[in-house]
């Protein structure tokens, strides 16, 4: 599993106009299947999005937490992070992982995140959404389980 993370000031997610997510301080994570992703991915990659260090401290150096920071998380699958785009000028998806696999990794992954961590919304899988971002730094980095 892949996961774009971005921390921000705030982000939300609408779907069809209607917001199915909002955070203020946190971290949007855009979230990408593969093939041969399983339940112990997805828990490896919720221990680095809840416990990776890209908040400034008291000396400005990144040694927080979302959890010491006490912010929010934002979910949004997406499947293009498992695209391969080493040949070409078009993008191959032979390597995401079929399209009922990654709704139920993604609803795993969802799932354990609210278990985990009271501050956690989410996009809708597979819906046409729109993400708003106010993206702090800018910090993004892509984590891999």
Same mark, same amino acid.
């Given at each position: 599993?892949?996961? *774009?993370?971005? @921390?921000? @000031?705030?982000?939300?997610?609408? /779907?069809?106009?209607?917001?199915?997510?909002?955070?203020? =301080?946190?971290?949007?994570?855009?979230?990408?299947?593969?093939?041969?992703?399983?339940?112990?991915?997805?828990? &490896?990659? $919720?221990? &680095?999005?809840?416990?990776?260090?890209?908040?400034?401290?008291?000396?400005? &150096?990144?040694?927080?937490?979302? =959890?010491?920071? #006490? !912010? !929010? $998380?934002? *979910? /949004?699958?997406?499947?293009?992070?498992?695209?391969?785009?080493? &040949?070409? $000028?078009?993008? +191959?998806?032979? +390597?995401?992982?079929?399209?009922? #696999?990654?709704?139920?990794?993604?609803?795993? $992954?969802?799932?354990?995140?609210?278990?985990?961590?009271?501050?956690?919304?989410? !996009? #809708?899988?597979?819906?046409?959404? =729109? /993400?708003?971002?106010?993206?702090? !730094?800018?910090?993004?980095?892509?984590?891999?389980?």
């Amino acid at each position: 599993m892949r996961a *774009l993370i971005q @921390r921000v @000031r705030r982000a939300s997610v609408t /779907v069809d106009d209607r917001e199915t997510g909002r955070i203020d =301080q946190g971290l949007l994570a855009l979230i990408g299947v593969e093939k041969g992703d399983d339940e112990a991915a997805a828990d &490896k990659l $919720l221990h &680095k999005l809840l416990h990776y260090r890209v908040f400034a401290d008291a000396d400005d &150096k990144m040694n927080l937490n979302l =959890q010491q920071v #006490e !912010g !929010g $998380l934002l *979910l /949004v699958s997406q499947f293009t992070l498992a695209a391969d785009t080493r &040949k070409g $000028l078009r993008p +191959s998806f032979s +390597s995401a992982a079929p399209p009922a #696999e990654g709704e139920r990794l993604f609803h795993y $992954l969802r799932e354990r995140a609210r278990a985990a961590w009271p501050r956690v919304a989410s !996009g #809708e899988f597979a819906a046409n959404m =729109q /993400v708003e971002l106010v993206n702090d !730094g800018p910090v993004t980095f892509l984590l891999e389980s």
